[in-house]
């Protein structure tokens, strides 16, 4: 449940798609690909992202962590199943 509920938050799956299809991306970079998000929720989404051991800090920006790499191989599959679903909606 606390997965869930993490992954629940606003911009957190959009924090995680990010930074594991686009590597390492600073704070500006990664508020530019997520479009719309406040700096303030993203500064929160990040710290509860890095504390949840999902996003690190490096040297280039904000970057996955293996944890997050794993967890993304699970949710990535459902780009194409909401792409249909999207399609099928009135």
Same mark, same amino acid.
């Given at each position: ?6 992954l629940?938050? &606003?911009w957190c799956?959009?924090i ?7 590597g390492p991306?600073?704070? &500006?970079a990664?508020e *530019?690909?997520?479009?719309g998000v406040?700096?303030s929720?993203?500064?929160t989404?990040?710290?509860e992202?890095?504390? *949840?051991?999902?996003?690190q800090v490096?040297?280039d920006?904000?970057e *996955?962590?293996?944890?997050c790499?794993?967890?993304?191989a699970l949710?990535e599959?459902m780009?194409?199943w909401s792409h249909?679903? *999207?399609?099928?909606?009135?």
């Amino acid at each position: 449940m606390a997965l869930l509920d993490l992954l629940g938050r &606003r911009w957190c799956l959009g924090i995680i798609w990010q930074v594991s299809e686009n590597g390492p991306l600073t704070f &500006r970079a990664l508020e *530019a690909k997520c479009g719309g998000v406040s700096p303030s929720v993203l500064n929160t989404r990040l710290r509860e992202l890095r504390e *949840a051991g999902l996003v690190q800090v490096g040297d280039d920006g904000y970057e *996955a962590t293996n944890q997050c790499l794993e967890l993304f191989a699970l949710i990535e599959p459902m780009r194409n199943w909401s792409h249909a679903w *999207a399609r099928k909606l009135p």
